[in-house]
């Protein structure tokens, strides 16, 4: 019994985090002037937020076949979501003709 109020007690100081990780980034879209702020926002707060999200479903569910699912979603967003926003703020970078203008922008492209 006290073990199981344990693990929801850290279940859902877990759920906590990442919501307010999830709702940090949200404020972040809204308060960011330039794309690329908002898409490193996006980025690093939706990565680390649904990483506690879904531990602490980890810790609710125990270890089972479904917790394996859990843990190859959290691992394919870790690889997939900082690539995916990379790649859009290439793409801003390169469409955008006045991006050097807007915010300093580092050249390590190389040809």
Known sequence: MLIEWLRFSVAALLMLIGLATLL???IGQFRFKYVLN??????KCDTVGLLFVF???LFVKGFT?????LMMVIFF???ANPVAGNL????????NPKAGEEYEVIDIVRD
Not at 38 to 43: D, L, N, Q, Y
Not at 65 to 69: E, I, N, Q, R
């Open 65 to 69: 076949p479904a917790s394996l699912k």
């Open 88 to 95: 859009i703020a290439h793409l801003e970078v390169c469409s």
């Open 55 to 57: 531990l602490s479903l």
């Open 24 to 26: 940090s980034s949200v």
């Open 77 to 79: 967003l870790w690889i």
């Open 38 to 43: 908002r898409i490193h926002v996006a980025a």
